[in-house]
């Protein structure tokens, strides 16, 4: 279904996260705040920490743009890890129009993986695939 227009990051990446991003949660959401993770074949991925997203518990927000001409689809796994090494992860899919971008928990890219007060150390992706749509989003 991804033919060649798929790509895949199977070892996954994973950036730290580190505590001095807490400050993101009070400055506005301008493009300076967002932290790189991957920008592949015309589609940017970053994120933003929240060390107390829902006053407790460490969360993260997730944007997606495509800076394509051409709509496309796209899939791949978010993977949190505590800093003892343990995993939560959560598959996504989606598509987005040409020069769309997409950000927040309205568009299924909001997460608190922890909800017992465990904190986040990394966060990265894996199996990322995207694949141009032709004919335009469905």
Do not use: C
Request: zero cysteines; a negative charge.
């Amino acid at each position: 279904m991804w033919g060649r227009w798929g790509t895949t990051i199977g070892v996954g990446l994973l950036l730290l996260l580190f505590s001095g991003m807490a400050h993101a949660q009070n400055t506005r959401w301008a493009d300076e705040v967002w932290k790189p993770i991957i920008t592949h074949e015309g589609v940017a991925f970053s994120y933003i920490f929240y060390s107390e997203a829902d006053n407790t518990n460490n969360g993260v927000v997730v944007r997606i743009d495509n800076t394509n001409d051409y709509p496309i689809r796209y899939r791949f796994r978010i993977v949190f890890r505590t800093w003892r090494g343990e995993e939560h992860t959560e598959q996504v899919t989606g598509t987005l129009q040409a020069g769309q971008m997409k950000t927040g928990d309205n568009d299924g890219l909001f997460w608190i993986p922890f909800v017992d007060g465990r904190s986040i150390g990394e966060v990265g992706l894996r199996g990322y695939a995207v694949e141009p749509i032709r004919g335009g989003v469905q």
